[in-house]
């Protein structure tokens, strides 16, 4: 790939994964709302635990391995249908469901800025590794620097969520993010390289917040 054509690409991803990209992505917080809430997470060292073990063990990791067979087989409508369906059942809940759904069906809506064949290709009901990742490839943005940048906008998204339910302040967000990046271009590097026998995830915590985040009465997020 030229010079030229690389760095488009890269400016397109940082478009997609900005937030100001119309997704809602703001608006949901993966069960972190609920861990908060519960006194899992109560400050800064915790929501930093919360995110590596999400990231290490947890659904980011099933999301990036989603994301990398998305990458590869973006040319090929019924692979592409096939994961979208497994990453539809891996959800844990009714709201992780809802979320990832939501979220892979608005980024295809929003990536038509951009005219490609991929976005007539991708199934209805995509899930958000899975249309991102397959957007990616089709405009040729590499692998390992796409799932890095992927993964750092939803530890971000995190971040964000942490702040405005009390867990954190800015400044020890930023700080989070920065502990947290030796991990994220480690975990960019071996999911680049795995398949789908590699899924599979050990978030309990994680999870059973997202359960309970259901029947939670005073909400700020939809996850």
């Known amino acids: 790939m030229?010079?030229?054509?690389?760095?488009?690409?890269?400016?397109?991803?940082?478009?997609?994964?900005?937030?100001?990209?119309?997704?809602?992505?703001?608006?949901?917080?993966?069960?972190?709302?609920?861990?908060v809430h519960d006194g899992l997470v109560r400050d800064a060292p915790g929501l930093r635990a919360w995110l590596a073990a999400v990231l290490r063990h947890g659904s980011l990791w099933n999301d990036a391995i989603l994301f990398a067979e998305a990458w590869r087989r973006h040319d090929d409508h019924e692979a592409l249908r096939n994961a979208s369906d497994l990453g539809l059942a891996l959800a844990g809940s009714a709201e992780r469901h809802f979320?990832?759904?939501?979220?892979?069906?608005?980024?295809?809506?929003?990536?038509?800025?951009?005219?490609?064949?991929?976005?007539?290709r991708l199934p209805k009901e995509v899930p958000f590794p899975i249309a991102v990742g397959a957007v990616a490839a089709a405009h040729a943005v590499p692998l390992r620097e796409a799932l890095a940048v992927y993964l750092h906008a939803a530890l971000s998204q995190a971040v964000s969520a942490g702040i405005r339910l009390g867990a954190c302040g800015q400044t020890e967000g930023v700080a989070i993010l920065a502990a947290l990046e030796a991990e994220v271009v480690e975990l960019a590097s071996r999911a680049s390289g795995s398949g789908l026998d590699d899924l599979g995830a050990a978030g309990i915590q994680a999870e059973i917040a997202s359960l309970r985040h259901e029947t939670q009465n005073s909400r700020l997020f939809r996850s």
């Open 2 to 35: 030229g010079e030229g054509l690389r760095t488009q690409a890269l400016l397109r991803l940082m478009a997609w994964m900005s937030p100001a990209f119309p997704i809602g992505g703001f608006a949901w917080s993966g069960g972190l709302e609920r861990a």
């Open 99 to 120: 979320e990832t759904l939501s979220l892979g069906q608005a980024f295809v809506s929003a990536a038509h800025a951009w005219p490609n064949m991929i976005v007539e």
